[in-house]
């Protein structure tokens, strides 16, 4: 046990937790790191597929689901996506900013978004020790004391910065849940969310490998509940792709009784009259010219094979023996194919982890636990999931800086 007494104690080393440290000690504050892993940022390594998007250029609570849109909207602004921008330029770090609004690095590489961050952990300075899993957390009234295996230290505030549960091998596996029950908070029940789903259709299966982009629709009740859009990719298990992964929350957390569906539209950029209208020219000019080999020319041949197969259609049927009704069932099948999903991969291939401390238990402002002064929460750990596109990140950055702030209005 250390005599030292710290002004607050961040227990997690991810993106949120990093940068509560860096915001702490620039109010000159005196801040312990502490991390389950050797190593800290794992998740930002692994993230944006090895690229890392930090943010995004348009950041609005509507991006987000969580228990309490209000502290969402307030956190998003003490802390915008702009600010994020100029405090990775300040930390040495370029960007490139993509059609649909997302951040990356100039590099492509997620590594220098970390380089970025622990670069300023040295220079504010933060104590930072690694290999510390934090088990128990106590008040005694003045202090908080933090245990692990043979470590206790002491602080006058508290940040948990755990994470949720996704992707348990980056450190996150709850930790932080059950820190915060200890202490009285709800936790909202957890679910992965932006996950691949699986199918047992073995044509769909066989299709692995192929991306195509698509606007996916979830129904549930017979109504159309969300769209998203983006690349959709086949793989052995099922479906992935950022447009299945941003829907999966959907069907993740639907219930079974609204009977949900999820249907998908392969060709979104062509409108059902602009292939009608493409099916009946080539009739006219090539009317020998089979089927599969006109929509081959769209879409992808394996896909096209799937495609004739499920609508019943031969693949050497030329377009003049296409019936009309044939054509019209095609048509519609492109543009509303219904997907069987049986499932989803579950915390160990998901993005991110829906639920979590619910945010009605702290200060819509300040993150501070209405159940115990001095304690304070930032990050995924809290009932806060974004959309794909960096929205999670703002989400970390955000919540961290808005914490780091009220401790040191705190203890100033
Ligand atoms: C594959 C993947 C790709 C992603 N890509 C993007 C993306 O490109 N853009 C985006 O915005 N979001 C992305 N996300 C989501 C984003 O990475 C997370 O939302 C974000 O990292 C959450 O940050 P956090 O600090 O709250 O939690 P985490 O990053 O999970 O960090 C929690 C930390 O706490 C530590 N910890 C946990 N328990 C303890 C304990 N008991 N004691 C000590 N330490 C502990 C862990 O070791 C870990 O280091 C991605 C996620 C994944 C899994």
Redesign the pocket.
């Known amino acids: 046990m250390t005599e030292k007494t710290y002004d607050v104690i961040v ?8 940068m509560t440290a860096i915001w702490a000690a620039k109010a000159s504050l005196q801040v312990l790191l ?4 050797d190593k ?5 390594l ?4 090895g ?5 995004h250029r348009d950041v609005t609570e509507k991006d987000y689901a969580s228990g309490n849109p209000r502290t969402l909207r307030n956190i998003l602004r003490t802390f915008s996506s702009a600010q994020a921008v100029d405090f990775f330029r300040e930390a040495g770090l370029e960007f490139v900013t993509e059609e649909d609004g997302k951040y990356f690095p100039k590099s492509g590489s997620a590594r220098t978004v970390l380089d970025a961050l622990t670069g300023m952990l040295e220079k504010v300075p933060v104590t930072v020790e690694t290999g ?4 128990r957390v106590t008040f005694d009234g003045k202090l908080f004391l933090v245990e ?1 295996s043979g470590f206790g230290f002491f602080s006058r505030t508290l940040a948990v ?4 549960l ?2 348990p091998e ?4 709850g ?2 849940y059950l820190i915060a029950f200890g202490f009285g908070h709800r936790i909202v029940p957890t679910a992965p969310v ?1 996950t691949p789903l699986t199918t047992d259709d073995p044509d769909w299966k066989n299709l692995s490998g192929i991306a195509l982009p698509s606007r996916l629709s979830f129904w549930a009740g017979g109504k159309k509940v969300v769209a998203s859009e983006g690349n959709f990719l086949f793989t052995h298990f099922g479906f992935s792709g950022p447009a299945v992964l941003d829907i999966s929350r959907c069907w993740v957390c639907a219930e079974a009784e609204a009977k949900p569906e999820l249907l998908a539209d392969f060709l979104p950029e062509e409108e059902g009259e602009h292939l009608r209208e493409d099916f009946i020219n080539a009739a006219r000019d090539y009317p020998r010219r089979s089927v599969e080999r006109f929509l081959s020319a769209k879409l992808p041949e394996r896909f096209v094979g799937v495609l004739l197969k499920k609508t019943g259609a031969s693949p050497d049927m030329t377009l003049a023996q296409l019936r009309k009704e044939d054509r019209e069932y095609i048509i519609r099948y492109l543009h509303h194919c219904p997907l069987k999903i049986t499932g989803a991969l579950g915390y160990e291939k ?3 982890t829906a639920g979590g401390v619910d945010l009605n238990g702290v200060d819509s402002k300040t993150l501070e636990s209405k159940l115990q002064p001095g304690l304070y929460f ?4 809290l009932d806060v999931d ?1 959309r ?9 950055w955000s919540s961290a800086v808005a914490v780091a702030r009220a401790i040191a209005k705190r203890l100033g």
């Open positions: 227990i997690g080393a991810g993106a949120s937790g990093i502490l991390d389950s892993r800290i940022g794992s998740k930002i692994i993230s944006g597929g690229r890392c998007n930090v943010t510390r899993k934090v088990v692990g910065c755990t994470g949720g996704s992707y980056t450190g996150s596996d930790a932080g932006l998901a993005e991110v930032a990050g995924e750990v974004g794909i596109g960096g929205f999670n990140f703002q989400w970390a």
